[in-house]
Structures are given as C-alpha cells and as structure tokens.
C-alpha cells in the first residue's frame, strides 16, 4: 500500500510518527486481536455466502493463526507508513500472493473496520466500568442495611442541619450512583450495533450477509445506515458525557468522606491502609486516596470537551478529526473514572463510623429544630414561619449559654398551650418517626433499601448477560472458523455466477431480510 497507483510516494517521515506512531507494537496490543476477529467473520460470512473460494480463505485463516501463534512476531517492530491495518494487509499479501493475501478487504473499508475495532475495544473497558460502578453500589448499600439506626447529623452549607441516619446517607448515594450506571448502560446501547459492511459509507453491491458477521462478533444488530455507522461517534461523547455525570457524584461523595474524617469534624475515621502520612509531619493521617477520587472523577468531563470539540462543525462523514482524534481522549478518561469508582469503594467499605461522635454533633448543632418548630404548628395556633421564628429565639439563647434547650422549649409549648414531648429534642428520635418524604425513619429507609437492591440485580444481571452474550459470539466464531477449515461450512446462499449490481443488491436485500440461521440464533439468545 506504499504505491497505490494514484499516490505513488510514501507518506512524508516527519508526519508518520504523529499519526500512525513508529511501532506497531502497542497497536498489536490494543487493536490488532479484533482485526483478526473481524477478519475472520467476515471470511467465514464470504464463504458462507458463496462470494469467496473455501480455499483461499483456508490459506487466509491459515496466516492469520501462524500470526496470532507467533505473539505477531512477523509485524512487530515495523513501521507502520500507512497505519497498522495496511501494514497487516500487506503481510498477508506477501505471505500469500496479491489474490488471496489481498481478498479479505473485499465489500469493506477501514472506516467500517475502525468503527467495529471501537466497538470491540470499548467492550471489556465499558464492562469494567459497569461492574465497578456496581460494586461500589453495592458497599454504599450494605453500609446503608448495616448502620440504618446510626444518628448522625445531615450538613448544608457544612453546617449541621437534621438528624439523619449513616445509612441513610449511604443509600442516597447508593440511589444516585445506580441513576449513573443506567446512564452509562444507556450510552453504551450503540455497542449493539456492528458496523461492519457499511464500507466507506456508501455500504456495498456485493450481496454480504452482515446480520452474519454481526451475530459472529456478538452484537445484537448489524449495520442499519452505512453513513450512520462510519460517520457517527456519538457513542464516544455519550460514554463520556454519562462518566462525567458518574465523575460528578463520586466527586461529591469523596468531598463528604474527606471532610467527615477531619479532626474537626471526627464523624468517620479510616484504617492505616487507606490513609498516608507526611514525609515531614509525623502526626499526620491524611485520606489521600479520596482526593484521587476527587482528580480522576473530573477526567471524564476534560475528555468530553475535547472530543465534542474535535467532532464539532465536521462534516458529516468518515473524517480523521472524528474517528481518530475525538477518539483518542477516551480511553484515558474512562480508565480515570473506573479507578476512581474502585478506590471510592474501598474508602466506603473502610470507613469507620463514630456514633458517639456523630451523636453529640447531631445534639450540639440543634438538627432537632425543625423537628419543634413542626410541633408548634401542629400543637397551637401559629403558622410554620411564627413557629420557624420562635424556635430561631430559642436556639440563639441555647447557643449563646443561656437556658438550655429543653426547659426554653418546655416553657414556650405551655405558653402557647401546646403539648412537649422530650423526644422531640432527640436526634435520634427525630430521625426514626421521618417515615414520610424518603426520610430516614427504618419503615421508610427499609423500603428504599428493596428498590434500590431490586435495581442493582436487574442491573447486574444486563451486565453478566452481555458479557455471556460476547462470550457466545467468541464460541460462535471458533466454531464457524472451524467449519470452513474443515469443509463443513454451511453451502453458499448467494450464486458466484451472480454479476450484475442489481441481481447482487437483490440477493443482499433477501440475505439482510432472511430468517437467522440456528447459529444466529444462539448467538442473539432467540
């Protein structure tokens, strides 16, 4: 591919290393396995459709194991001028001669084939960050079950305003995490669809089967618009936008942790494994990891910046400026966020509750004065602002060391000829009767608690289905390439003799539109 008949030159050296790299070898590592995959499926599907001799795709199938068997030795090394896809066609072809060595790319382009290795890349990647997002969730919900009764004081402004529960802070956040999982599940909908035969984007005349070579690779649904599926990487900026939000809340949460463990605060403390010390201060404990949590979670959104703005006012079409460089800051920030979710883990499933601590900070910064200035309006005449107002006087003089809460509340209900209740000035208490408005009284936090584990199984189980329904693809594929090594492989559905563009883009209309075949329907779970 140095000479392609109308570009008779090689790309300018100085360019090379900038857009395709001088090695190939970390390409082998991330992209070259799913050229191999890709190949093979659509070997199997040419063969399968009568389009391509079962015997030059033997002596392909044949290279390309020698390959896969030698770790790529023959590629590693080398300099890739026109990308590592054309470097590996280029091997085939010297291996096996200009006809069979140069027949896998028939009825594809590069375009298609990059926007598949995305999507396979994205596979175990998107899969780990799902499954981490899970098993914070699910630490955030045992922590919730395990400390439901704990008072502590809920803060706005960093200022203690009600008496909640350990628990029900851990569930709420347990909610808004599970509320990003289904975002990122939602983005990652588009890695259903296989690119695969939309060719440069005007898809082909040649009769492919690419439900086939979908249902190989283990997606769910082949190309549905050949433009679409070449020129579109909102798939990109959707994973990054749902990781950024994901970012947000782990962010937050890392924020609450980090201050709760101060010396100031004491409402949590975290074992020696998940603090450091000072190379100058010996008296320090600092929760660093929290503040990498803090750094990772903002990645994604960086990335999402760059990348909508790579993608930003291109035209609509393959274009490098898309598929590559809005590409490119994905990786990074999605391994950013998943390791801030695992190391958010690890400081939630550490973290030490101090009830007594959490109690007195309840106690000592009034959280029960809403709680009173409720109880004067249900027990007299006043409105909630006149009661909000009398209650306010009342925690002023506590505050400053004049009459203590309870007898200056005791004295105002009698005046007003209301009922006290003591209980009404317990933390504790307080938080166990808000059984209204999702607060944390047991009777409601237990109800939370049901949903909440309900949505976590629903989405555990889409995560190890998906992940088995890749695996079967992989099963599928083996077995497929075995079949035409051996000769086994179903007969050709479309004619060779077929020749002219409209009888092939009719047998490809009837190929799309025909029943799955029995592997097909493993592979999509039918």
């Known amino acids: ?242 990781a950024a939000v994901l970012g947000v809340t782990l962010s937050r949460l890392a924020t609450d942790l980090q201050l709760w463990s101060t010396a100031e605060f004491g409402l949590i403390a975290f074992p020696d494994e998940l603090v450091g010390s000072s190379s100058m201060m010996p008296q320090k404990r600092n929760a660093f990891l929290l503040e990498h949590v803090q750094g990772r979670a903002g990645a994604p959104l960086g990335a999402f910046s760059a990348a909508a703005m790579s993608m930003h006012a291109t035209p609509f079409s393959n274009s490098v400026a898309v598929g590559t460089e809005g590409v490119r800051p994905l990786w990074n920030a999605l391994q950013q966020v998943t390791e801030a979710a695992l190391l958010a883990r690890l400081c939630v499933a550490g973290a030490q509750p101090r009830p007594d601590a959490m109690r007195r900070r309840a106690v000592e910064g009034f959280t029960p004065a809403t709680e009173l200035a409720n109880r004067l309006v249900l027990g007299s005449d006043l409105s909630f602002r006149q009661a909000h107002h009398r209650v306010g006087e009342l925690v002023a003089a506590a505050a400053e060391g004049g009459e203590p809460m309870a007898a200056s509340a005791e004295r105002c209900f009698a005046e007003l000829g209301a009922l006290f209740d003591a209980a009404w000035l317990d933390p504790a208490r307080v938080a166990a009767s808000a059984a209204y408005g999702g607060g944390p009284a047991p009777s409601s936090l237990r109800r939370v608690l049901a949903e909440l584990r309900a949505a976590w199984g629903a989405a555990a189980s889409r995560v190890r289905e998906r992940s088995r329904r890749w695996r079967r693809g992989d099963a599928a594929l083996d077995a497929a390439v075995a079949a035409v090594l051996a000769g086994t492989h179903p007969a050709g559905s479309a004619a060779s003799t077929q020749s002219t563009a409209s009888t092939a883009s009719t047998a490809s209309t009837a190929s799309t539109a025909s029943t799955a075949s029995p592997m097909q329907e493993r592979v999509h779970g039918a």
């Open 1 to 242: 591919m140095e000479s392609t008949g109308r570009i008779r030159r090689q790309l300018d050296p100085r360019a090379r290393p900038i857009v395709f790299g001088d090695q190939v070898d970390g390409a082998l590592r991330d992209e070259f396995p799913h050229y191999l995959r890709i190949d093979r499926a659509h070997l199997v599907m040419l063969v399968e459709q009568g389009i391509l001799p079962a015997q030059s795709a033997r002596r392909l199938l044949g290279a390309m194991a020698e390959l896969e068997a030698d770790d790529y030795a023959a590629l590693r090394g080398r300099a890739a001028p026109r990308g590592l896809y054309l470097l590996y066609e280029n091997h085939l072809i010297e291996r096996l001669g200009d006809r069979d060595g140069g027949a896998v790319h028939l009825a594809r382009s590069r375009n298609d084939i990059n926007a598949t290795v995305l999507r396979l890349r994205l596979r175990p990647v998107v899969d780990g960050l799902a499954r981490e997002v899970l098993r914070l969730a699910a630490a955030l919900l045992r922590g919730a079950e395990r400390h439901a009764e704990m008072v502590m004081p809920i803060y706005t402004h960093h200022q203690a305003a009600l008496p909640v529960t350990w628990g029900h802070y851990l569930s709420g956040v347990a909610a808004a995490l599970l509320r990003d999982a289904e975002g990122i599940e939602a983005a990652a909908a588009e890695l259903e669809r296989c690119p695969l035969g939309a060719g440069a984007a005007g898809g082909t005349t040649v009769p492919i089967d690419t439900e086939r070579t979908a249902a190989l690779l283990g997606f769910r649904r082949g190309v549905l618009h050949s433009l679409d599926a070449v020129a579109s990487r909102d798939l990109v900026l959707r994973l990054l936008s749902a």
